[in-house]
């Protein structure tokens, strides 16, 4: 059974910088792409990045293009989300999520699996 645990949110001021971190297990994390969402309130749920398997690849919404980076850790079956230069509309909760096929650069709409989400506020 996957199971995804972000950490790492909070309460930051405009210009400042926070990394989330998401753990996973029950499955080989290393054979599946995985990505960052988020939901702001009163929105739909919305892609922010997303990184293949190998790492060979990243994806990113404009709207966080140059300020966020993907990373993960593959012997610590981590995904890591550095966010910088935050600004207010920012401020959401921020949820991993993993693809559900192995081997394979999925389509933002191919993640499967998520966890329960971390928030992150950005005060102006």
């Known amino acids: 059974q996957v199971q995804l645990v972000e950490s790492g949110g909070g309460l930051v001021q405009a210009g400042g910088s926070l990394r989330l971190s998401c753990a996973a297990s029950g499955r080989t994390f290393s054979n599946y792409a995985m990505g960052w969402f988020r939901r702001a309130p009163g929105k739909e749920r919305e892609f922010v990045a997303a990184?293949?398997?190998?790492?060979?690849?990243?994806d990113y919404a404009d709207s966080v293009k140059g300020r966020f980076t993907i990373s993960r850790d593959n012997a610590k079956n981590t995904v890591y989300l550095q966010m910088n230069s935050l600004k207010p509309e920012d401020t959401a909760i921020y949820y991993c999520?993993?693809?559900?096929?192995?081997?394979?650069?999925?389509?933002?709409?191919?993640?499967?699996?998520w966890g329960q989400g971390t928030q992150v506020a950005v005060s102006s």
């Open positions: 999520a993993s693809d559900s096929t192995p081997w394979r650069t999925p389509r933002r709409t191919d993640f499967g699996f």
């Open positions: 990184i293949s398997w190998r790492a060979s690849s990243t």
